[in-house]
């Protein structure tokens, strides 16, 4: 996996050549002292605590990274290897670790410049999670077991991979069938529930879509991570290997969070999802509709026991529908969140929860500030990119004048300022390395802020849950009072009638049965929105203290990540305010 | 009589000329003060020009008046004229445009160039001695309108004219007047050396001073993208609780104060490392002005010599035929003769000269750029400091917030 990386950079070095080696040959002939600068190897990657070693890993990611394109789509899916994600993590921890420990904060500091840079060993411990260290880490590209209550060891890590090209089976009219993209999903995990450690199976999009709208099903109230577009538009637009690989790392982000969630990580659904072979058994959303009709199936609980893995203690969160009461239910759900989606002639929710009211609205600003912030960021982010750009242009610039002023050199005023040109154009190469590595970690730093985005949708749609299940609980007490209604005047009408009227009297008793079937789904519907509004409460509780944590983790990262660069490139042109000493007017008497 | 008191180095502000020591002689300059004078179109900038010298040839120790640019266009265009094969030093532009918005900053930067211009006059040793100085650091304010106006017309080298001489520079077809297939031009391979390397350089210099104008702003993009992430995220710390809210709200003060050294070393940048990149471009023009002076002066040192020799030709003919128009023709002989040598050593004046003066512009520039060098790596220095200081007083903080 190592090499990977590697060979990630190669590649992209052959496309960037001529002025990357020409930065090369600039700080290989300079070859001093700045922190052991050689010509970039390579070869040292990993665990190197030489700036060379980082230096070089960093420039794996400068040369991946396309200067010329803009900056947040490409890096997505050229950077291939999300674990680079936390590579300065690992000195947080460190430096946190050290700092917690003394009684003093930083009169004087450690220098930044030794802290390491490096992209993570893939076999590294560091990238486990766990409550090993109380800092959260980004929550981009790990599943972290973020609750202290959970024990120490637990991790799962998925991984997607390899996409390949399968043709539909052929029950289709049209010959050569329709194709369709498989990505191998690979899972590590120790978590019991799972049986062996590493599994992998082959998944397409379509399953994907599936398993968000079982979750969405099964855990409403929750705030379920959001699952990757379906960007039919993009599809066609975007070079397919291009959105392949677009998709690719989208998906393993999801999957990702998803695993990363509490509750969502122990779901039947995405057991099923990650370790059954062979076809998805889970109902489409198709299926749902007839589903309903042939009444209620326990799924998870047959699937597992024909897998042969321990049976798993089915929540009753998983189950759908019970039996035919749960029918009407459903019916109504299904109804509801038809006229949801078509919006306009929906009955309004009547909310009176002050405090729910409140919240949501907290929430709505929480998300306008994150998107701006989220966008100031990818503008200071373009503005470090830029900065390095020109400083390395500059550079080239003056290593350009050197040499033409060495090659015509008459006088040896000209010898002079060339040397002095020199020093000056080695610096600014090297200054504009570091303003591109800056760049790229201030990235991942900042990708919190997008990430959150993601999770304020998942807020919205716990949000939408409850409303819906309110809507569901005030739709049947109408229905309710309703019935009741016609069932007096039944009776009214019916005493009315000496001796009793047969067929009223059969009409009443239906009707009593209807309203006790309705009355019994509005129960069911009121524990329903009971548990929802409780999911909602303690997930949001969930999620403002896991987003708190990551956003004070986001500014430590990006907070060290700027003291470390600056110091580098403040130790680079303080060497070339020494080379020109002797040109210092300031001590001049005027 | 030249100030050699201190090295040639020039860059910075002066407000008000060294006072060296008063046996040695000297000629100091200063250029200050800036005032914008006239309305809208007619708006012009008026600079206090102080001089204080020993000279016997001027009136007095010090001397101040008010000059404007274009006065020193005039300076400009005379010694052009008068001392051929020395390279003027060059003016900042015109500029048409920047005049109706006259900022600040342009302001202090004309000043500045202004104020370098006249002290590399001061400091040369021929042109600290022309008549046309003492009149632009003496005369009354009519007195110099009035010689503006009288000489702009004939000695202004218009831009066409210029690039007439470029062209009989680099052109190697042979005169027309001669009508003869001799290249009229020099091509001693030091002198082609040299001219190479003037055009050359030019090349190089000007890409080198737009990156660094691109630098600046850079720097400005920089600050302006830390002030603007710096409000949103303390707009984003309102929303949030505690830890983070007050997290964010430092950080953003932080980000705030960061854009302010950026914009700060934005202006330094552009003052002590473009400008003078800029300038020794200009300077680089000027050397090409005078190769072009150069190559004048040569082809009408070849045409008369020619001339010279065809009248003697003839005088000799008309002398064996005893003509009777043998005197006019030792006349007009001896005319063209002296014209020729006149040409001639106008054009060794002029490679004497530029000798000379390649010397010291090398060895000039070399200190000027080693001046801005120096500069700008210290400003750099400087500014990633109090970016790491910054943002490093913040670390305590964070850290305290996520142990609770």
Request: aromatic share 8%; glycine share 6%.
């Amino acid at each position: 996996m190592m090499g990977s990386e590697n060979a990630d950079g190669f590649e992209e070095t052959n496309l960037n050549a001529p002025r990357e080696e020409m930065e090369n040959l600039v700080l290989g002939v300079n070859g001093d002292a700045a922190g052991g600068d050689g010509p970039l190897t390579k070869s040292d990657v990993n665990g190197d605590s030489s700036n060379s070693g980082y230096r070089s890993a960093m420039s794996t990611l400068s040369n991946v990274h396309d200067p010329l394109s803009p900056l947040p789509t490409v890096l997505t899916p050229a950077d291939s290897d999300p674990l680079f994600a936390p590579s300065s993590y690992s000195d947080v921890r460190s430096l946190g670790s050290k700092l917690n420990s003394s009684d003093n904060s930083y009169i004087e500091p450690p220098s930044y410049a030794d802290v390491i840079f490096s992209p993570f060993d893939e076999n590294s411990d560091s990238e486990i999670n766990g409550g090993e260290d109380s800092s959260r880490q980004s929550l981009s590209s790990e599943s972290l077991s973020r609750s202290p209550s959970s024990s120490s060891s637990d991790y799962i890590k998925i991984t997607v991979s390899n996409p390949q090209k399968e043709q539909e089976a052929s029950n289709s009219i049209v010959p050569g069938g329709n194709t369709y993209i498989t990505y191998q999903i690979t899972t590590r995990t120790n978590l019991p529930d799972f049986g062996p450690s590493e599994f992998s199976v082959r998944r397409r999009f379509r399953d994907v879509v599936t398993l968000a709208d079982r979750l969405a099903e099964s855990y409403r109230g929750f705030c379920i991570p959001p699952r990757p577009d379906k960007s039919v538009v993009e599809s066609q637009v975007m070079q397919k290997q291009e959105f392949v690989e677009q998709r690719r790392v989208a998906l393993e982000k999801y999957l990702r969070r998803l695993s990363a969630h509490p509750v969502i990580r122990n779901s039947d659904e995405l057991k099923v999802f990650l370790q059954v072979q062979g076809k998805l058994p889970l109902p489409t959303s198709t299926d749902v509709a007839s589903r309903m009709l042939d009444g209620a199936v326990k799924l998870p609980k047959q699937l597992f026991g024909e897998g042969g893995a321990s049976a798993v203690p089915v929540h009753e969160v998983v189950q759908p529908a019970r039996g035919g009461r749960d029918l009407l239910r459903l019916f109504k759900e299904l109804r509801q969140s038809v006229s949801n989606d078509w919006g306009g002639s929906k009955p309004p929710v009547v909310e009176e929860d002050k405090e729910f009211l409140e919240k949501k609205e907290k929430m709505h600003d929480l998300e306008q500030q994150i998107v701006n912030s989220s966008q100031q960021a990818e503008s200071l982010v373009k503005a470090q990119q830029d900065m390095g750009e020109t400083m390395g242009e500059l550079g080239l610039a003056f290593i350009k004048l050197t040499k033409f002023e060495n090659e015509e050199a008459v006088f040896n005023s000209q010898r002079t300022r060339a040397t002095d040109m020199k020093n000056l154009a080695t610096a600014a190469v090297k200054a504009s390395r570091f303003y591109r590595e800056l760049n790229s970690q201030t990235v991942k730093h900042l990708d919190t802020l997008h990430e959150y985005l993601g999770m304020m949708m998942a807020v919205q749609g716990a949000f939408a849950d409850r409303s819906s299940a309110l809507l569901t609980v005030q739709t049947l007490l109408s229905e309710l009072s309703s019935l009741q209604a016609r069932a007096e005047k039944l009776e009214a009408a019916s005493s009315k009638v000496f001796g009793g009227d047969k067929s009223r009297i059969r009409k009443i008793e239906e009707l009593k049965e209807t309203i006790k079937v309705t009355e019994d789904a509005k129960n069911v519907a009121i524990r329903e929105y009971e548990r929802i509004k409780d999911n909602n409460r303690s997930e949001v509780e969930r999620l403002d203290g896991e987003r708190r944590a990551d956003f004070i983790n986001m500014m430590k990262g990006f907070v060290v990540n700027q003291v470390g660069y600056a110091e580098k490139i403040s130790n680079v042109w303080a060497k070339v305010a020494e080379e020109t000493s002797q040109y210092d007017r300031e001590k001049q008497s005027s | 009589m030249e100030n050699t008191e201190q090295p040639r180095s020039i860059s910075g502000s002066m407000q008000s000329p060294r006072s060296p020591p008063s046996s040695q002689p000297y000629l100091s300059v200063s250029v200050s003060d800036p005032v914008k004078l006239g309305n809208g179109v007619q708006s012009y900038i008026s600079y206090r020009v102080i001089t204080k010298t020993n000279f016997p040839e001027y009136q007095g120790p010090e001397k101040i008046v008010i000059r404007r640019y274009s006065d020193f266009v005039w300076l400009r265009d005379r010694l052009s004229e008068k001392y051929k094969g020395i390279f003027i030093p060059p003016l900042p532009e015109k500029s048409a445009v920047e005049k109706f918005r006259f900022s600040a900053e342009f302001i202090e930067m004309r000043r500045a160039a202004l104020d370098i211009f006249v002290n590399r006059i001061a400091l040369h040793p021929e042109l600290q001695q022309s008549e046309d100085l003492r009149t632009f650091l003496q005369a009354d304010e009519e007195t110099m309108e009035r010689f503006r106006f009288q000489e702009t017309g004939i000695f202004m080298k218009k831009p066409a004219d210029l690039m007439q001489m470029f062209r009989d520079v680099q052109s190697k077809v042979s005169d027309a007047v001669l009508g003869k297939e001799k290249p009229v031009e020099e091509t001693t391979p030091e002198y082609e050396k040299l001219k190479h390397y003037v055009f050359e350089l030019e090349n190089h210099l000007s890409e080198a001073q737009k990156h660094a104008y691109r630098l600046v702003k850079r720097h400005r993009e920089l600050g302006q993208s830390l002030l603007d992430f710096g409000k949103a995220v303390k707009l984003l710390g309102a929303c949030e609780g505690e830890p983070t809210g007050k997290a964010f709200s430092d950080l953003g003060t932080k980000s705030e104060l960061l854009s302010i050294k950026l914009q700060k070393e934005a202006q330094q940048v552009l003052m002590n490392f473009e400008e003078p990149l800029k300038d020794y471009v200009r300077y680089v023009q000027s050397i090409k002005a005078t190769i072009a002076e150069r190559g004048t002066a040569f082809k009408q040192h070849c045409e008369l010599a020619e001339t010279t020799k065809l009248k003697e030709i003839n005088l000799d003919k008309l002398m064996l035929t005893r003509s009777d128009k043998v005197g006019e023709a030792e006349i007009e002989y001896r005319e063209i003769k002296a014209e020729s040598e006149e040409a001639t050593r106008r054009f060794e004046r002029i490679v004497k000269r530029m000798n000379e003066e390649i010397v010291r512009f090398q060895e000039q520039k070399t200190e000027e750029m080693g001046v801005a060098f120096h500069q700008f790596a210290k400003g750099q220095a400087r500014l990633a400091n109090g970016i790491a200081d910054a943002w490093r007083a913040l670390l305590p903080k964070l850290e305290a917030s996520s142990s609770v």
